[in-house]
T-cell receptor
Framework: DQQVKQNSPSLSVQEGRISILNCDYT??????FLWYKKYPAEGPTFLIS?????DKNEDGRFTVFLNKSAKHLSLHIVPSQPGDSAVYFC????????????FGTGTRLQVFP | DADVTQTPRNRITKTGKRIMLECSQT?????MYWYRQDPGLGLQLIYY???????NKGEISDGYSVSRQAQAKFSLSLESAIPNQTALYFC?????????????FGPGTRLLVL
């Protein structure tokens, strides 16, 4: 039973437009959520996070929105750049699980000129 | 220098062979993890360690073992490699901060079992 789901395996967006990556979860016990970015031949790198007590967190071009009632979070990238092309993983953690992270399956974002 | 390093970066081995993947970190974190990534399956936790004397199984520990030689070193062994262990393996470290854990990953080891 997958607790963190990314239902879109891929997304293609034109440079300068908004990229929206989605993530759904099933467990209301999660305390926080993170987004990681992964380039080929590299490990995932931390991008942005949000606490379950907030509904929005912004860092430059990246904003994460959390809708707890829908158990849904999204990552917005505005404006999208070719260097944003990567695989994005959402992850969830909480003290109930000794803070071990549970990862989604990833969404491959391609930003084209 | 990278904070989390993994050796080797690529490895080809044969069915039945024993192999070891190594991870070292300079971040000073107590917590270390081993994951595998398969296409379409995301990152699955194999083993984790919250300090040198603490070792715990993750979701998919069968066929694997680990050793935490020091705070900075966490090794993953495949006792008798099989083809379905062909995958990308990642080591990660973390330390609680501000009410959450952020994990920092190594560059990965690509393993092919023939």
């Amino acid at each position: 039973d997958q607790q963190v789901k990314q239902n879109s395996p891929s997304l293609s967006v034109q440079e300068g437009r908004i990229s929206i990556l989605n993530c759904d979860y099933t467990n209301s016990m999660f305390d926080y959520f993170l987004w990681y970015k992964k380039y080929p031949a590299e490990g995932p790198t931390f991008l942005i996070s949000i606490s379950s007590i907030k509904d929005k967190n912004e860092d430059g071009r990246f904003t994460v929105f959390l809708n707890k009632s829908a158990k849904h979070l999204s990552l917005h990238i505005v404006p999208s750049q070719p260097g944003d092309s990567a695989v994005y993983f959402c992850a969830a953690g909480g003290s109930y699980n000794t803070d071990k992270l549970i990862f989604g399956t990833g969404t491959r974002l391609q930003v084209f000129p | 220098d990278a904070d989390v390093t993994q050796t080797p970066r690529n490895r080809i081995t044969k069915t039945g062979k024993r192999i070891m993947l190594e991870c070292s970190q300079t971040k000073g974190h107590d917590r270390m993890y081993w994951y595998r990534q398969d296409p379409g399956l995301g990152l699955q936790l194999i083993y984790y360690s919250f300090d040198v004397k603490d070792i715990n199984k993750g979701e998919i520990s069968d066929g694997y073992s680990v050793s935490r030689q020091a705070q900075a070193k966490f090794s993953l062994s495949l006792e008798s490699a099989i083809p379905n262990q062909t995958a990308l393996y990642f080591c990660a470290t973390s330390e609680p901060s501000g009410g959450q854990e952020t994990q920092y990953f190594g560059p990965g080891t690509r393993l092919l079992v023939l």
